[in-house]
């Protein structure tokens, strides 16, 4: 069984895999500068470790969170260079670093370390073999829709008619059958707008700055399963979704009673600003629709008509964009003569 260790357990702990290197210690510096959450450190410890230290114990090393017991110093000048060299886009990382970084860490010179030199952890970080994150998902955005090969956009043209007909058009809705891709465009388009990173050959709207979203489903549970999971990846590693992990900025805050749903979601935009995501669901009823003006929602299965409606409200002062992707299950309904005008008409 393991057990429960404090900061000053962690110092004093003698072997069995319970005590807390200086290159570990260093490592989460660089992982909470990184903006890591401190529950996703303290869990990487447990599994690769054996070392069960609380949430609470390693925010301690974040001097930006507050404390009881400040940051020691040594481990906020470290912070906040690694943090600086970050925000100037000299390290690329991402949300969350696979347990291969922590363990690239122990084997940093340990002398440097012990002197409390920062300048080691730096030059490891240039090199991106600390907080750097290695794993594919990180270039899943700018590998879609390529030139050639396979999968070259080429092959799918009602996907690029989509994409285009946003120049021209507020409201767009892909109608098709199941597994033909409709989840993938709705999020594909909403991470494009969300980080401003469009590719070479878009042709529809373009936003020049951060812009705020809404995101929906059925329910709590299927916009988690579905539409949060297309764009964050699964709760527990996000950044592995569209949204690159390096434009996510902090852990994203959760919603109270669907276990691993998020509420909202901020993502670095190309021109520095922040994007705002929220996550909603219809089964919340038009009401929590309501509020501020959004420059873009994307509504992933069929919406009722009134929360439709709400939602094009609050792109009205912003021009913003409607984006519906669904299968007609229930028919003719509303919503779906909405974007066949034509229907019983001669």
């Not at 340990?110 to 991106?128: I, N, S, T, V």
């Not at 979203?213 to 979704?241: C, K, S």
């Not at 509504?299 to 669904?326: H, K, N, Q, S, W």
Request: hydrophobic share 40%; aromatic share 6%.
């Amino acid at each position: 069984m393991l057990n429960i260790l404090s900061i000053e357990e962690l110092n004093t702990a003698a072997g069995h895999g319970k005590r807390l290197t200086c290159e570990q210690k260093a490592a989460v510096v660089g992982r909470l500068a990184a903006y890591e959450s401190p529950s996703a450190i303290a869990r990487s410890l447990r599994e690769d470790f054996g070392i069960e230290i609380t949430p609470q114990a390693i925010a301690r090393y974040d001097p930006t969170r507050y404390s009881r017991k400040p940051c020691p110093e040594r481990w906020a000048v470290l912070f906040r260079e690694v943090r600086d060299k970050i925000m100037k886009g000299r390290v690329d990382i991402g949300v969350k670093q696979r347990t291969a970084h922590l363990r690239a860490a122990d084997r940093m010179a340990r002398a440097g370390m012990e002197k409390g030199d920062a300048a080691a952890l730096l030059k490891q970080a240039d090199a991106g073999r600390i907080v750097k994150r290695t794993d594919d998902a990180r270039d899943k955005l700018a590998g879609l829709y390529p030139d050639d090969g396979p999968l070259a956009r080429a092959l799918y043209p009602k996907h690029l008619a989509f994409f285009a007909a946003g120049r021209t058009h507020q409201e767009r809705c892909m109608m098709a059958a199941n597994r033909v891709g409709k989840t993938l465009a709705g999020g594909y388009e909403t991470a494009l707008h969300l980080t401003g990173r469009y590719p070479h050959w878009w042709e529809g709207r373009r936003f020049a700055g951060p812009i705020q979203a809404w995101v929906a489903g059925d329910t709590a549970e299927t916009t988690r399963d579905i539409v949060q999971a297309t764009l964050m990846g699964p709760a527990a590693e996000p950044g592995t979704g569209l949204i690159p992990a390096d434009a996510i900025v902090e852990e994203p805050s959760r919603r109270a009673g669907a276990t691993g749903a998020f509420d909202t979601a901020h993502v670095r935009h190309v021109s520095g600003g922040i994007s705002l995501l929220g996550f909603k669901s219809y089964d919340q009823g038009r009401r929590k629709f309501q509020g501020t003006a959004r420059h873009l929602v994307w509504l992933d299965e069929e919406p009722p008509a009134d929360v439709y409606d709400e939602c094009i409200l609050r792109l009205m002062t912003t021009d913003g964009l409607m984006l519906c992707t669904f299968t007609p299950l229930n028919g003719q309904t509303e919503i779906v003569l909405r974007f066949m005008p034509c229907v019983g008409r001669t």
